[in-house]
């Protein structure tokens, strides 16, 4: 799926909060674990549920309906939430105690690929909704309010983006100057290791219009920057305004034009699907940021084969070469996952090479997790865990080098930042540079949407410190 995964806070104390209520408006709590894509459809879930009368609440002692937006791409994701789930049900049984109701639902991947043994784990659970039928929430509440338990799994991901509200104006506005929209969601490439396409199911791309409406609705709300989401997002492809049919590329040239959009990114992209015409869109488009999340998983040729990858270590560093031909100034971005089974010591140490030869600004790296169902669950050769611990810790090492490295390298120079929020500190505000690092200012370097010059003057861990140039 190559979305790199973002563990949100855990809820903390659930029971013992607050129960009361200042109006009788119903409340929903969402959470969501996993990747970006999970964040967007955690804000679309709440947009549907807004035009059913619900309003969106950080506090969950105060909902009447909790969402856990669920994410299965390694083990740990799906113990979290069953752990998460007994948390809610004594939650669930004291409201039952004061007499008031509390409906609990699990979405996202997990809900895909358990369905209703999740009911059976969990009885508390009310209703298990898959990504594909988001759309169908408020009917799905009302038969859950009637009585029944609800599993609804169905693959029907044409009709969610039809049927889903658009996004309404105070809600973009209060999640900020950047946002994410989906344009492509599922998988047909099969990697061994991977659940995506079993989760989220095959490929399905929106179309043009759709996609086009939504970037002018969130850039007249005031977003400067939009990240296009798909766990295959370059092998987006439409029917064009002019009848053509469209890559990705052609997409964000089209999107280049919406007038206060100042900034594209999009991720995750698979490297068999970089074509020409993306390329030539990093090459030409100056709002499109020169940061790239490629993954690669691994440098063995012997791995990537079964792990289905379908290209080689050299065709990918072959494309990057014309990358960076096309766009010098070009940052990579990566995932990797070391202990894939049959992985030997020489396999790993060519990751380890072809990281050396790329040189990363930032990455992310797992250990293999076998996930029921797929190939490579059942291939010989699982890799022993305190080795896959030892892998990781090497290449995480060297990764972490190269991108404080990277970060190290842009002391003294001047960059565009574009400022995104108050800062943690008084008297600071945070920009993000256009390799997504954050960048802390004096809050008096701009307003929250500007995109303002500043020399950068130090590192932090994983941040830069900047003054106006
Ligand atoms: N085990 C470990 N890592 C995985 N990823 C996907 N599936 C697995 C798995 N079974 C990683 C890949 C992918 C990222 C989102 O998660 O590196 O790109
Ligand atoms: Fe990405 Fe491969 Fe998973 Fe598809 S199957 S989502 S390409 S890792």
């Given amino acids: 799926m190559d979305l790199n995964t973002i563990e949100s806070d855990d809820i903390g104390t659930v029971a013992g909060q607050p129960a009361a209520r200042a109006t009788a408006a119903k409340k929903v709590f969402i959470k969501t674990y996993g990747c970006q894509m999970n964040v967007y459809d955690s804000q679309r879930m709440s947009d549907a549920l807004a035009a059913d009368g619900y309003t969106a609440t950080d506090a969950i002692g ?3 309906l909790v969402l856990l937006n669920t994410c299965h791409i390694r083990e740990k994701a799906a113990e979290k939430v069953y752990s998460e789930l007994g948390r809610i049900r004594d939650m669930k049984a004291e409201r039952a105690d004061a007499g008031r109701e509390l409906l609990i639902g699990v979405a996202g991947c997990v809900a895909q690929a358990e369905g209703a043994e999740i009911i059976r784990r969990s009885p508390a659970v009310d209703l298990v909704i898959g990504p594909q039928t988001y759309h ?15 599993v609804e799994t169905e693959y029907a991901i044409e009709d969610k983006f039809e049927h889903l509200p658009r996004p309404r104006r105070a809600e973009i506005i209060k999640r900020g100057v950047t946002a994410f929209l989906t344009v492509q969601e599922g998988c047909d490439k099969f990697c061994t290791f991977c659940v995506v396409p079993y989760t989220r199911g095959s490929e399905v791309s929106r179309p043009v219009a759709q996609i086009v409406a939504e970037a002018e609705r969130l850039a007249e709300a005031g977003v400067r920057e939009v990240t296009l989401l798909g766990q295959n997002v370059n092998a987006w492809h439409g029917q064009g305004e002019n009848g053509e049919e469209w890559g990705l590329g052609r997409l964000l040239f089209r999107l ?3 007038p206060g959009l100042a900034r594209l990114r999009y991720t995750t992209s698979h490297p068999r699907d970089m074509d020409d015409e993306l390329i030539a869109a990093h090459r030409d488009l100056p709002s499109l940021m020169p940061y790239l999340h490629l993954p690669v998983q691994s440098g063995s040729d012997r791995i ?6 379908r290209h080689t270590a050299e065709d990918y560093l072959a494309l990057l070469d014309r990358i960076r031909t096309a766009r010098p100034d070009i940052a990579l971005s990566g995932d990797f996952i070391v202990g894939f089974p049959g992985e030997t010591d020489a396999d790993f140490e060519a990751t380890m090479e072809l990281v050396r030869q790329v040189n990363y600004a930032s990455a992310f790296s797992f250990k293999y997790s076998p996930r029921p169902g797929t190939p490579g669950a059942d291939m010989p050769g699982h890799v022993p865990e305190s080795v896959k611990d030892e892998r990781l810790q090497l290449l995480q090492a060297l990764l972490l080098k190269q991108q404080q490295d990277f970060g190290s390298s842009l002391v003294g120079s001047s960059i565009d930042t574009l400022i995104e929020k108050p800062g943690r500190q008084a008297g600071q505000k945070v920009g993000r540079s256009p390799w997504l690092q954050p960048v802390i200012v004096d809050e008096k370097a701009g307003e929250i949407g500007d995109i303002i010059q500043v020399r950068i003057t130090k590192t932090g861990y994983n941040s830069l410190f900047a003054e106006l140039a």
């Fill in 304 to 309: 990537l084969k079964a792990m289905n990858r």
């Fill in 62 to 64: 105060e909902a009447d």
């Fill in 136 to 150: 169908r929430l408020p009917d799905v509440l009302a038969r859950v309010r009637g009585g029944e338990k609800i």
């Fill in 256 to 258: 280049a034009e919406i």
